[in-house]
């Protein structure tokens, strides 16, 4: 079956433009999570869904970030007025329930250049 | 809160070597602990997870890593590198007392270098 998929897989823009990533999980998958990964470091946290609710956003750097996943399914995550500081490579993944055990399949990533 | 420590930021061995790489964790609760494999323009692969019971856990492609809560360490190993090992290897933290989901907390990564 398909793996996790995220859209576009490049994304260059300018600073002060907005942009969208999207997530498309593994089918039927509940669980939907973002992560951000600047250069030389691990993934960060950015947000948790369960469905189509945010369950714990406290990982969005500021108000400029939003996400969305209203069929509970394919997520997007919202930037605006973009800055230097958020390139980084946007990750997505998908867990079949969320809960602590499960395994957390990761899609390529999206790589966002802000000039 | 929680935070993995990965010493050396890159590794290099020898084909045939063996592998051992290197995590620490801090968590005020009792953690679950994964490693994750990254091939260039990949996205990350689960290699091993510890959750509870045995804490001698064996993974994909031969790698194995050991719970040792008096050490707070999940070190990765391997007994013989191929090649094909060469990738960025991150170890993770997670805990649910507090969250009741994986909120995975990742170390900064560690590079392998596999030599013929």
């Known amino acids: 079956g398909a793996g996790v998929s995220q859209t576009p897989s490049n994304k260059v823009t300018e600073k002060g433009k907005y942009v969208e990533l999207r997530c498309d999980p593994i089918?039927?998958?509940?669980?939907l999570y973002w992560y951000r990964q600047s250069l030389g470091q691990g993934p960060e946290f950015l947000i948790y869904f369960q469905g189509t609710g945010a369950a714990d956003d406290s990982g969005l750097p500021n108000d400029r970030f939003f996400a969305v996943r209203p069929e509970g399914s394919v997520s997007t995550l919202k930037i605006q007025r973009t800055e230097r500081g958020d390139s980084a490579v946007y990750l997505c993944a998908s867990s079949l329930y969320g809960d602590s055990t499960d395994t957390q399949y990761f899609g390529p990533g999206t790589r966002l250049t802000v000039l | 809160a929680q935070s993995v420590t990965q010493l050396g930021s890159h590794v290099s061995v020898s084909e045939g070597a063996l592998v051992l790489l290197r995590c620490n964790y801090s968590?005020?609760?009792?953690?679950?602990l994964f490693w994750y494999v990254q091939y260039p323009n990949q996205g990350l692969q689960l290699l091993l997870k510890y959750t509870t019971g045995a804490t001698l856990v064996k993974g994909i492609n031969g790698f194995e890593a050991e719970f040792k809560k008096s050490e707070t360490s999940f070190h990765l190993t391997k007994p013989s590198a191929h090649m094909s090992d060469a990738a960025e290897y991150f170890c993770a933290v997670s805990g649910t007392m507090n969250t009741g989901f994986q909120k995975l907390v990742f170390g900064t990564g560690t590079r392998l270098l596999v030599s013929p």
């Open positions: 089918s039927g998958h509940t669980a």
């Open positions: 968590s005020s609760v009792p953690p679950y």
